[in-house]
């Protein structure tokens, strides 16, 4: 098995980005993993557009997980100010997840989050319905914040909600 080598996303890793995200979050292939919003949201999860001012923000970057010259991970980061990181789109290929990519590539967005941009504390920010995902997290460390954030209903650049009462948990741990 070829060695995953970490590094962070270029503008020409964006086509090969978007075809990762779409292909664990959204549609049929998104089935063959555990993190499909397929039941929660048709539609896009992201576009190249987006990923490319993610790209050129020096606030935010796209950690990624590469097997040889194929892309198997990404994960964003990003600066909240005030000792406060944020990191979410954690995306790995379908039939590739529960072998320990995430955890690794969380642990990775930790230590970036904590380097780049001095984060003494990661934020996360999850659908309540993903219950098996929130509980993952919560053995990485995280806890409910008691915050919420809203769905931004109206706009599909970030999908097409299957139901009408979609928002986000807060979760947050410190970085040691």
Do not use: N
């Amino acid at each position: 098995m070829t060695e995953i080598v970490l590094r962070d996303a270029a503008t020409a890793d964006i086509p090969a980005l978007h075809g990762l995200i779409e292909s664990a979050y959204r549609g049929e292939a998104s089935r063959a993993g555990w993190t499909t919003e397929a039941d929660l949201l048709d539609g896009q999860r992201t576009d190249p557009d987006d990923l490319a001012e993610i790209l050129t923000d020096p606030k935010q970057a796209l950690l990624t997980a590469w097997r040889g010259d194929d892309l198997v991970g990404c994960v964003l980061i990003a600066d909240r100010g005030e000792g406060t990181g944020y990191f979410g789109m954690l995306s790995i290929r379908p039939t590739l997840q529960g072998g320990g990519l995430g955890r690794r590539l969380v642990e990775a967005a930790h230590a970036a989050l904590a380097d780049r941009f001095g984060a003494r504390r990661a934020r996360i920010s999850v659908f309540p319905q993903r219950e098996t995902l929130i509980a993952w997290y919560e053995r990485l460390g995280y806890r409910r914040t008691g915050d919420t954030l809203p769905f931004p209903y109206g706009d599909p650049r970030f999908g097409l909600p299957r139901r009408d009462d979609l928002y986000f948990v807060v979760m947050e741990r410190g970085l040691d």
